[in-house]
């Protein structure tokens, strides 16, 4: 089993360097000056290093002119030795990865008992480009932020970068990822540097149809887009209460500019303007109008007539309005006896418009 010292490679991608320390099942390994935490099972021996030593006294980091110990002689047993490790296989580079692809996903390790379940963190560089980053959490009740991976992730790579227990979740109702893309040794064209933050629904983690397929992991997985396509994601949070007010406020004017306006033409001599108040000859549809929203819209038809009559003295208007419950009817002659007094007004006749139509005539 791997311990402090050891010399190790990762067994499900490339990359390699010395165990600093172990946390529960988690390997710390140094790879090029940063910390990766792997698990101990991912983890292949290739050489062991001296034991209770500090990091920067290993035999890794001594200065080459520093004398060596002797090899032991043929008749002792011998003694272990470094390994370096075997050199990466150079990056293929793809059209398509000149386009930055970042993924942060979420794998359950026991996906068919989720209320039991852990989880593992991937990031996932689908580029030609290197990325300094660095992964972080909060919580809602959290003033700060707090960097649970930081390091190097490779062109072309799945990147482990941490384990989630479920007590973690009450501490990630936020999860952000900085990142800078980059090149070795080679030219390449600039990339923006960013900071992407997602709002993470932790309860998702408990329901089964929350983890999908994604084309970057085998497993169903709760993946979240950091930069398509060349583009941070940006989050857009969605206040559905005011969405509900806006679509409201957006139909009654599409049905505004729809009506035309009323013009009534010059009627014979005698005969009354007869204007039909009952909702459904004013609108489409009353989808998503309340009764206050309703009622309006007829008192704005009735003022409309009036207003387009008043100096038609003697003129005769027919408001059919309907019996219900009478709050139309109320309304028309409270605005009868303030807005237009001083007009006759008396019942329609009921048998031209029935018990739901009161008549005005200017004066």
């Known amino acids: 089993m791997a311990k402090v010292g050891d010399i190790v490679r990762f067994l499900n991608t490339t990359g390699g360097g010395k165990i600093v320390r172990i946390a529960g099942d988690v390997a710390y ?22 034991q209770n030593r500090g990091f920067y006294e290993s035999e890794v980091f001594k ?27 150079p990056y293929v580079e793809t059209a398509e990865g000149e386009t930055l692809n970042v993924v942060l996903g ?17 990031l996932v560089n689908d580029s030609n480009y290197y990325l300094y980053f660095t992964y972080l ?40 990822v900085q990142y800078i893309p980059f090149k070795k040794g080679k030219e390449f064209a600039l990339k923006a540097v960013a900071c992407v933050e997602h709002k993470l629904d ?13 084309p970057y992991f085998d497993e169903p997985a709760i993946a979240l887009n950091i930069v398509r396509n060349d583009l941070p994601a940006r989050e857009i949070e969605i206040d559905s209460d005011e969405l509900a007010k806006a679509m409201r406020q957006k139909e009654r004017a599409d049905r505004q500019q729809r009506r035309p306006v009323h013009k009534p033409s010059a009627p014979k001599q005698g005969e ?57 009817r109320q309304a028309i002659l409270k605005e009868l006896n303030y807005r237009y007094k001083g007009h006759d007004v008396q019942d329609a006749s009921f048998r031209e418009y029935g018990f739901g139509a009161t008549q005005v005539k200017i004066r």
Not at 106 to 120: F, G, I
């Open 137 to 176: 959490t909060r919580g809602n009740e959290q003033k700060g932020w707090t960097t649970r991976y930081a390091g190097i992730v490779e062109p072309g790579i799945q990147l482990f970068v941490g384990e989630v227990e479920r007590e973690d979740l009450a501490e990630m109702d936020r999860v952000a």
């Open 29 to 50: 390994v140094d790879e090029d000056g940063f910390e990766t935490p792997v698990l101990i099972k991912d983890c292949v021996v290739v050489g062991s290093g001296p």
């Open 106 to 122: 979420y794998v359950a390790t026991d996906l068919k008992r989720l209320s039991q379940s852990n989880y593992e963190a991937y």
């Open 202 to 214: 932790t309860t998702k983690f408990f329901k089964l149809h929350c983890f999908q397929q994604n």
């Open 272 to 328: 009354p303007i007869v204007v039909d108040l009952h909702i459904a000859e004013l609108v489409d549809t009353t989808a998503g109008l309340s009764n206050a929203d309703m009622l309006n819209l007829q008192i704005d038809k009735f003022r409309q007539v009036m207003d387009a009559n008043l100096r038609r003295h003697g003129q005769k208007i027919v408001f059919i309005h309907g019996k219900g419950e009478g709050v139309l």
């Open 63 to 89: 200065p080459k002119s520093q004398p060596q110990p002797e090899p032991a002689p043929q008749s002792q047993s011998p003694k272990e030795v470094f390994v370096d490790p075997e050199p990466e296989e």
